[in-house]
């Protein structure tokens, strides 16, 4: 990279802090006011920094408008179905991607079992919003009265024994597994499937999806298949490094499932 490039790629961090003025960035660079002058003209022209009536520099409103723009074009699946192909050839098991939209929790993407036992679910079919482990997650990261609102909403068909019975109870759950960063279904929706899932994050730390594993009890055990949260986490975090544009988290290889 040019040392022009990286001087003017140097001064948006430290705008990010806060509105600095000429000589602030001319000493955070190291460079005479009048070179530090030029590079904040060039980046004023192009709308990446904005000159206060002050004669401080802040970010300008164009470099929010691109973030977001980027933000807006990222594509969740494209960006997990690597990682969830790997998950499942680690574990074997069903893999599901969700997200939250309009009032439903959506799957939209999904990795089959290796083995002949095969789930229902479907990519573009709404999950059991009162029971799935991957709409806790989604739910359970809604602010407090949003979270309260959709839950007195609902409805809460009793699946199984283990179904969410009501309103107060699926509030409970939701904070904790908004405490403890991933949740479960345990034979809520089908007596015999149990799954475990963690969240997907973006850049603010919102949870913008939730990942899964799923499998039968003939396959392993509700006790069995907690082991593996773990690597789901870990998958997961990877996800979310690429996704939000952070350092991503290695995905697991075999060895460390």
Known sequence: ?????????SILPLLAEGPADL?????????????????????????????????????GARLFALAQEAMENLDVR???????IRLNEIC?????LAVYEEGEVLYIDKVDSRYPVRMY??????????????????????????????????????????????????LTELATVREQGWATDLGGHEESINCVAAPIRGADGRVVAAMSVSAPNVVVTAD??????????????????????RTPVPTPDRDSA
């Open 1 to 9: 990279m040019s040392q022009t490039v990286d001087r003017a790629l």
């Open 23 to 59: 000589g602030r960035v001319a000493d955070r660079l190291g460079v005479h006011k009048s070179t530090a002058l030029r590079l904040l003209r060039t980046l004023h022209e192009h709308g990446l920094v904005y000159r206060q009536s002050d004669q401080r520099y802040r970010l």
């Open 78 to 84: 494209e960006i997990a179905h690597p990682h969830l």
């Open 92 to 96: 074997g098991h069903t893999v599901h």
């Open 121 to 170: 679910s479907r990519i573009g079919r709404p999950v059991a919003i009162t029971v799935a482990a991957v709409a806790k997650l989604l739910l359970a990261d809604l602010p407090g009265p949003e979270r309260h609102a959709v839950a007195e909403k609902l409805d809460y068909p009793l699946y199984t024994a283990r179904s969410t019975p009501g309103p107060a109870a699926f």
């Open 224 to 245: 069995e298949l907690l082991t593996l949260l773990p690597l789901v986490r870990r998958t997961a975090d990877a996800i979310s490094g690429e996704y939000s544009g």
